[in-house]
């Protein structure tokens, strides 16, 4: 099975801090995105990424940046930290896909980032 | 880019059914149902990738209607392990980017 790993299940920061999320993907996929999760708003994408160096946009990009030096590991940075990234943040992976292709994506637990 | 999924919230007593639609204001493809138990990563339940096509998961299967750009999940004489926060999702533009929908969240009890 898939396994994605997620480096923190629980973070507290303090605003203005830098910090990184860090996930680990075991499957050799493509894709990797990081979404952020909210009540009533579902899972909106910040950024994803579908080879090693390369990154696009998503939704909610600001405040973010990411980095994916290696197939394996996304990283998903908050340069400087607010108290509305409070939030939980989920990473994905996936085999590479088209509009119409049967490639699931695999979840991490995610990281609850509190912001104060 | 957002799907937008309703009901936002529907409690259910035991076996009774529900309905969860996910409408686009995009050109939907393909369309996933994934399912979040509370504290839990959400987990995939199934792909619709025609137009027309329904498709069943024992006692929960889904519709796609690709020119109303819409897909309904159904969920039938529902149990208390049902319960959690639906989510539709689909690839848009050359595909790999990955939209989720606004979530319903599902509350069965007994």
């Known amino acids: 099975d898939v396994k994605v790993t997620q480096s923190s299940r629980y973070l507290v920061k303090r605003t203005g801090e830098k910090v990184f999320l860090e996930c680990v993907q075991d499957m050799d996929h493509e894709n990797m995105f990081w979404y952020r999760q909210d009540p009533g708003l579902g899972l909106r994408l910040i950024y994803f990424?579908?080879?090693?160096?390369?990154?696009e946009k998503g939704d909610i990009p600001e405040g973010y940046s990411v980095s994916r030096e290696k197939k394996e590991r996304f990283s998903l940075i908050l340069e400087s930290a607010s108290t509305n990234q409070t939030s939980m943040y989920l990473c994905a992976s996936s085999l590479i896909q088209g509009r119409r292709t049967n490639e699931k994506l695999f979840f991490g637990s995610g990281t609850q980032l509190s912001v104060l | 880019q957002q799907p937008v999924q309703s009901p936002q919230a529907v409690i259910l007593r035991e076996g009774e059914d529900a309905v969860i639609n996910c409408s686009s204001s995009k050109a939907l493809y393909s369309v996933h149902w994934y399912r979040q138990k509370h504290g839990e990563a959400p987990v995939f339940l199934m792909i619709?990738?025609?137009?027309?096509e329904q498709k069943g998961h024992e006692k929960i299967s889904a519709s796609f209607n690709e020119k109303k750009q819409q897909s309904s999940l159904y969920l039938t004489a529902s149990q208390l392990s049902y319960s959690g926060t639906y989510f539709c999702?689909?690839?848009?533009?050359?595909?790999?980017?990955?939209?989720f929908g606004t979530g319903t969240s599902l509350t069965v009890i007994p």
């Open positions: 619709l990738l025609k137009g027309g």
């Open positions: 999702g689909t690839p848009v533009n050359t595909g790999n980017q990955f939209y």
């Open positions: 990424s579908y080879d090693v160096k390369m990154k």
